[in-house]
């Protein structure tokens, strides 16, 4: 069961750093679209944040299945003291991209295309981030 969850969580993970991914390769064709049309962008920018978030809370959920054995020795292992509180700076920025998103379609466009950039770039940086600690911690 464990081999399963772990593919669980690695699935998690490529969908919520892909959404982030994919959002920053196609970055520039959205900067057209949302130009013309400010609730069509704001529609698009939905997918992926949904996306983002479906990915994390899969990881989550996975990530709390995996740690069972670990709880009894969670005290001893610093690294994932550090992997858990990016993660939850993760969820913060992803409720910051949720905000931001909702009010796209309210406010100046320009000013919060770029905080969309920049929260993904943030997203794949933490989830990169994660990955590195969890390796280091659990090889």
């Excluded at 529609?43 to 990530?63: C, N, V, W």
Aim: hydrophobic content about 55%.
């Amino acid at each position: 069961m464990k081999e399963v969850m772990l593919i669980i969580h690695e699935l998690g993970l490529v969908i919520t750093i892909g959404s982030s991914l994919f959002f920053l390769i196609i970055k520039n064709s959205l900067k057209l679209a949302f130009d013309q049309d400010a609730v069509a962008f704001q529609k698009i920018s939905s997918k992926f944040r949904k996306s983002t978030y479906l990915g994390l809370l899969i990881m989550i959920i996975s990530g709390g299945y995996l740690m069972t054995p670990y709880w009894a020795h969670f005290a001893q292992m610093p690294m994932i003291h550090i992997k858990m509180t990016i993660v939850i700076i993760w969820l913060l920025t992803l409720a910051v991209l949720g905000m931001t998103t909702k009010s796209v379609k309210q406010k100046s466009h320009e000013k919060y295309f770029s905080r969309l950039v920049l929260i993904h770039i943030l997203s794949v940086l933490y989830g990169i981030l994660v990955v590195i600690i969890a390796t280091i911690s659990f090889h």
